[in-house]
Structure formats: C-alpha cells, structure tokens
C-alpha cells in the first residue's frame, strides 16, 4: 500500500503510541480528582498544555484542549459572535475555508450575523488588501485558514494579522493542516485565536486545541464542570491529548528535515503528474504545503480515479474527507475558478516524510494508466439520439 492521504489523516507515530500507553493503562484517573491517579492525569494535561504553548509561541492559559479541528472552528467563530455581538454583527471569510467555518457562518447568519465571503486569485490566494477594504465599522471578527486543506496554498496569515490588528478586529485562523507542517507564532502572525488537531501530525484522532489569545473575550462552548477554565466542561481525554503534545514535539523537533523530504518528493511527484496529457496542476507552486500534491484531469469523476487507484494499492482522495459522500465538484476548486467540469476530475495526494521516490514513481503510473482507461472507458461510450 502506498499510502498518500495524509491531508485526510496521519498515521499515528510509533513515539506517540508508546507516550499514550501509561494513561491507558497505569495512570488512567480522572484528572480532576485529588488523589495521586487524578494528580498524575492532570500534571500530564499541563505538561502538554505549557509544550503545545511552546510550540505556538503561546502563553499556557491560552491553550484550550478540544476533541479536534471542527469543535476548534465552531467554538472560535460562536463564541467570537456572542462575545463580541454589542460591538457589531459582521464577521469576514473566505469562500476557500473548510466547513467547519462556512457552516458555522451559515448558522451565524441565521442568528442575525452579516457574513462577507471573500474571492481568491487562481492560486488560491486571499488578497490582504481584499480583507482591508470589506472591514466595516460593525466588523467583530475575520476568519482566514492557514493553508487549505484541498490545494494546500499557504495563505499570507502575517499579512492580514497586521491588518486586522490595525483595525481592531479579532482574527481567527484554521491551521489544523498547517500546525506541525510548518512553524506557527501566533504573537509574529498577530492571531487572536487559532484551531488546530492532533491526528494531521501524527498523533491521535480526537484531540485538538483552540489558542484564545489572552484579553479576548470567550463564551463557554460546553457547561457543566470546571474543566478547561470553566469554558469546556468534561472529563479531558488524558491518553489523546498526552499523544497531541508528542505528536507535536517531534514535529518540532524534526520539521525542518520533514519538510524538506516532502517539498523533494512533492515536486518530483508534481513534475510526473503534470506530464500526464489534460493535468491541471492546482494551488500555488512555492506557497504551498510541503506534502501536498493537487492535480485535476477535465472530463474525469474524481471517485472513480480514486477507486481504480485504491485497486492498485494507492491511498488517495478526490478532495477534503470532510466534504462526505457528496459528488458536487469541490467549493474550493469552484472558488479558485474551475470550471465544473474541470473540478470534477480532482485528485489530491497528501504524502509525507516517510513516502520514497519509488513510491512516487509507481503512482505516476498508476495515475496515467488510470486516466488512460477511464478516458477510453469514456471515448467507448455509446450517444444515444433523445427521444423528443
């Protein structure tokens, strides 16, 4: 198996398992309780909590644990919206996001919000100056992703940081496919808030954080106890956000020799790719991230690529797992300006550092012998006159 769906998860890493274990087993006390199993549960989710703040140029109390990327992104957007909802009812987006952010804006908009939703270029970049000019006086919060999650462009984050910075505006960004990809400050990007998740880095599906910079104002995203400082109530999840903080600190330890590995392998698989007759290759070529790969064949349905290729042992994926079973060409690719008929043949190959130049070779292959088939399935099919 060649497996290259990373953007949908990682495996988890041999490190992370072994860091887990004694929380399963050993140390499996409710960490708010005060005898020495509960003691050992708590010290373990601080530890982690002060490493991931490290890790983000962040402050400990600004860390909030979260089962994942999705509560992270509905917790940010509502809470902003309820917190801040005197001051103004405008919230600002792109219409790249993933839709744990476009839905909650939906749903915002249905209490009463105004939501502006703004355009990128063919590269799926989000034009600074853009996010300026739609800042209005009732504006409470803007929301950009750091990297997508389908064309895995980089967004210029810094950039509108210091722009909403300069007018006064909270900032939200989704970096679950950016954290642990490449490295994140969130005082040097100027982000009020930022989500991210364990299981795109190598770690456990089922954890993830929210930075709420200090100073800005929250509302409580699940009441009951007084987890998480009074803001998200339940028991944490001791073993999953133990094996976030590893996950991660391998990725800081080993990120610049990953990324390097990757951006190697992404460009030779891109130039492989690209040489395949009618690939459009997708998001920006340099600002992008280092193990994504996103290519579409005109004409072509993304799942029956995805299924031939699954056949000759090849993980891939039409666009972002979170979209479900839908076969409604890709927002993202909409967004960007594809035509239906070009979004409808997307393949996305999210590789990472442990994938081999054999490896990529045997998936250019696969891919042309592929499209080769599946566009003279397509050439065989007979056209029938319509009966009137």
């Known amino acids: 198996m060649i497996y290259l769906d990373n953007g949908a998860t990682t495996r988890i890493l041999p490190e992370v398992v072994e860091a887990m274990l004694p929380y399963l087993t050993d140390f499996f006390g409710n960490p708010s309780s005060i005898h020495g199993q509960g003691s050992a549960g708590k010290k373990a989710v601080n530890r982690t909590r002060r490493l991931l703040a490290d890790c983000l140029g962040a402050q400990p109390g600004e860390i909030y644990f979260t089962s994942g990327g999705t509560e992270s992104d509905n917790w940010a957007l509502r809470s902003a919206a309820e917190a801040y909802g005197e001051r103004g009812k405008h919230l600002i987006t792109t219409r790249l996001e993933h839709p744990a952010v476009l839905e909650t804006c939906r749903y915002l908009e249905g209490k009463g919000y105004r939501v502006t939703y703004l355009e990128a270029d063919r590269q799926g970049l989000v034009d600074p100056l853009a996010v300026e000019r739609a800042i209005g006086p009732d504006t409470i919060l803007v929301s950009v992703m750091c990297a997508n999650n389908e ?8 950039e509108i940081g210091a722009v909403t910075k300069r007018r006064g505006v909270l900032f ?10 490449i490295p994140l400050n969130v005082r040097k990007l100027g982000v009020d808030l930022l989500s991210a998740s364990a299981h795109k880095l190598g770690g456990p599906k089922g954890a993830g954080l929210l930075y709420i910079r200090e100073g800005v104002k929250s509302r409580a995203l699940i009441r009951g106890g007084g987890q998480e400082g009074h803001l998200r109530a339940g028991t944490e999840n001791v073993p999953a956000i133990v094996g976030f903080g590893r996950a991660a600190q391998l990725a800081a330890e080993q990120g610049q020799e990953r990324a390097g590995r990757e951006i190697c392998l992404r460009e030779y698989l891109m130039e492989g790719l690209s040489r395949i007759p009618g690939c459009i290759v ?6 992008r991230l280092p193990g994504n790969v996103h290519v579409c064949f005109e004409g072509l349905e993304s799942e029956e690529l995805v299924r031939m290729l699954d056949l000759k042992g090849i993980c891939a994926s039409g666009g972002a797992a979170c979209s479900g079973p839908e076969r409604e060409p890709s927002h993202v690719l909409r967004a960007i300006g594809l035509t239906e008929r070009e979004a409808a043949g997307a393949l996305r190959l999210t590789l990472n550092w442990e994938n081999t130049r054999e490896e990529m070779d045997q998936t250019v292959r696969a ?3 592929t499209v080769e088939k599946l566009r003279g399935m397509s050439a065989e099919k007979p056209v029938f006159p319509v009966k009137l």
């Open 282 to 287: 997708n998001g920006h070529r340099e600002k």
């Open 151 to 158: 064309i895995g462009t980089l967004e210029p984050i810094g």
């Open 172 to 181: 939200h960004t989704d970096a679950v496919q950016a954290f642990g990809q």
């Open 367 to 369: 891919v042309r012998e």
